[in-house]
T-cell receptor
Framework: AQSVTQLDSQVPVFEEAPVELRCNYS??????LFWYVQYPNQGLQLLLK??????LVESINGFEAEFNKSQTSFHLRKPSVHISDTAEYFC???????????FGTGTSLTVIP | GAGVSQSPSNKVTEKGKDVELRCDPI?????LYWYRQSLGQGLEFLIY????????KSGLPSDRFSAERTGGSVSTLTIQRTQQEDSAVYLC???????????FGPGTRLTVL
């Protein structure tokens, strides 16, 4: 069975500090990996994705995530957060053999001024 | 262009009543997903449509839940004899076949009294 684990339900961090949001998955087949972000009172939107190629992927607003196959992880990082990064972040996995997406329970990132 | 739209944005109903939730995917998107997001929970997969193929209903929590997609476009999620535990935000997403990025609608917040 496939599953996605986001161990940290809430992460408070001071502005301009670095942050890492953890995501681990379990799957017996090859996967595609995603991070979605949900800003307050808005819908989910794709932040970044790993399909193939370079294991380090970046978003336009400074986030990056690295696919680590041996550790089955896809942690999201940012070296310096802004107030505007306050949001709910969801990690998701899709199998390359199927149609379903599996989402984690989300991590609420709060950036403190 | 227009994104995924959902209606109504909010629905309050009494226990035991039936409700219908509507999703209009992005034009040309052949894949359509329904998810449920409960307070403090991640996204729970409900059902998946891809073109004219039989839908993947493996995520529907009970036989009170059903969904259809007419003409390969608009989809309706129906919940019969609603229960209080059905209260949640119901999200719809669409994507192009073979493209592993989902575009989410704003959701319908269902409250069952």
């Amino acid at each position: 069975a496939q599953s996605v684990t986001q161990l940290d339900s809430q992460v408070p961090v001071f502005e301009e500090a670095p942050v890492e949001l953890r995501c681990n998955y379990s799957s017996s087949v090859s996967v595609y990996l995603f991070w979605y972000v949900q800003y307050p009172n808005q819908g989910l939107q794709l932040l970044l994705k790993y399909l193939s190629g370079s294991t380090l992927v970046e978003s336009i607003n400074g986030f990056e995530a690295e696919f680590n196959k041996s550790q089955t992880s896809f942690h999201l990082r940012k070296p310096s957060v802004h107030i505007s990064d306050t949001a709910e972040y969801f990690c998701a996995v899709s199998m390359n053999t199927g149609n379903q997406f599996y989402f984690g329970t989300g991590t609420s990132l709060t950036v403190i001024p | 262009g227009a994104g995924v739209s959902q209606s109504p944005s909010n629905k309050v109903t009494e226990k035991g009543k039936d409700v219908e939730l509507r999703c209009d995917p992005i034009s040309g998107h052949t894949a359509l997903y329904w998810y449920r997001q409960s307070l403090g929970q991640g996204l729970e997969f409900l059902i998946y449509f891809q073109g004219n193929s039989a839908p993947d209903k493996s995520g529907l929590p009970s036989d009170r839940f059903s969904a259809e997609r007419t003409g390969g476009s608009v989809s309706t999620l129906t919940i019969q004899r609603t229960q209080q535990e059905d209260s949640a935000v119901y999200l719809c997403a669409s994507s192009l076949k073979g493209v592993h990025e989902q575009f989410f609608g704003p959701g319908t917040r269902l409250t069952v009294l």
